[in-house]
C-alpha cells in the first residue's frame, strides 16, 4: 500500500483550517531533498505555519509538500517530501497528529541513515541516543 502520511497532511490541514485553527507542521529538516531556510532549522527541525496568510501555491501532493513563502522578507520556495513530515497540528490547542514511521520508509537510524554513526550509543537513562530529532511544544 502507499504511504497514509500525505492523506493525513492534507485531511488535518482542512480540518485545522475549517476550525479557524493555523496549520503548522514539524518537519525533519535533515531528511533528503528537504528546501527549508536553513537559518531557522534548530536541533535538525523546523516549525512552520503552512496557513493560506503565510504561504502561497500550497500543493500538498502524494510526494511533497511544496509551497512560496517569505522568510524575513526574503521570497523562498520551499519543498518538503513527506516522509520529512514529523507533525501536523493546530498552533491554537496543539490538536493534531504526530507521525510514527512507516513501513517502506527509510530509517533515519538504520544502515546509511543519518545516525549510523552513533546509532548504537545509548542515552543517560537508556533511552534513544541524543542525534534523534523530538518534538516539543510550541506555545
Not at 528537504?34 to 527541525?45: F, R, S
Amino acid at each position: 500500500m502507499t504511504s497514509s502520511r500525505p492523506y493525513l497532511v492534507r485531511a488535518f490541514n482542512e480540518w485545522i483550517l475549517d476550525n479557524d485553527c493555523t496549520p503548522y507542521i514539524v518537519v525533519d529538516a535533515g531528511v533528503q531533498g528537504v528546501q527549508v531556510p536553513t537559518e531557522h532549522v534548530a536541533n535538525g527541525q523546523i516549525v512552520l505555519n503552512i496557513s493560506p496568510g503565510a504561504v502561497r501555491g500550497l500543493v500538498i501532493g502524494n510526494g511533497a509538500l511544496e509551497f512560496s513563502a517569505r522568510f524575513g522578507g526574503v521570497p523562498m520556495q520551499v519543498f518538503i517530501p513527506l516522509q520529512a513530515v514529523m507533525a501536523v497540528y493546530a498552533k491554537e490547542n496543539g490538536e493534531g497528529m504526530v507521525f510514527g514511521s512507516e513501513p517502506g520508509s527509510p530509517d533515519p537510524e538504520g544502515p546509511g541513515g543519518r545516525d549510523a554513526d552513533n546509532s548504537s550509543e545509548q542515552g543517560q537513562n537508556g533511552d534513544r541516543p541524543s542525534g534523534r530529532p523530538t518534538l516539543k511544544v510550541v506555545k
